[in-house]
Nanobody, 119 residues
Framework: QVQLVESGGGLVQAGGSLRLSCTAS????????WSWYRQAPGKQRELVAV???????NYVDSVKGRFTISRDGAKNTVFLQMNSLKPEDTAVYYC?????????????WGQGTQVTVSS
């Protein structure tokens, strides 16, 4: 069994910064890719950023230049540094890991962490 635990959300004023973390634990052989998603009220879940095991990254256009995804492979942890936050960044943020265990490969999700940006 694999579990993902997120932390780092909160309330911040527009222009401020937050750093989200997500740590995976369990019978992990390797993590092929990490992703951050977000879901605002009344909207569909949106892919925000991806980082592969090789370190390649991709971002949704709305966060390019403001958000940075990074990972610590030794600690099975991914980060999302969010700068210059805007009210429209308000959402529940979820991490996802593409995990290989001894038996299979599948996606696992974190529980979500609320990010609220006030204007």
């Amino acid at each position: 069994q694999v579990q993902l635990v997120e932390s780092g959300g909160g309330l911040v004023q527009a222009g401020g910064s937050l750093r989200l973390s997500c740590t995976a634990s369990g019978s992990i052989v390797n993590i092929n890719a990490w992703s951050w998603y977000r879901q605002a009220p009344g909207k569909q879940r949106e892919l925000v950023a991806v980082i592969t095991s090789g370190g390649n990254t991709n971002y949704v256009d709305s966060v390019k230049g403001r958000f940075t995804i990074s990972r610590d492979g030794a600690k099975n942890t991914v980060f999302l540094q969010m700068n210059s936050l805007k009210p429209e960044d308000t959402a529940v943020y979820y991490c996802k890991a593409d995990v290989r265990t001894l038996r299979l490969r599948q996606d696992y999700w974190g529980q979500g962490t609320q990010v609220t940006v006030s204007s």
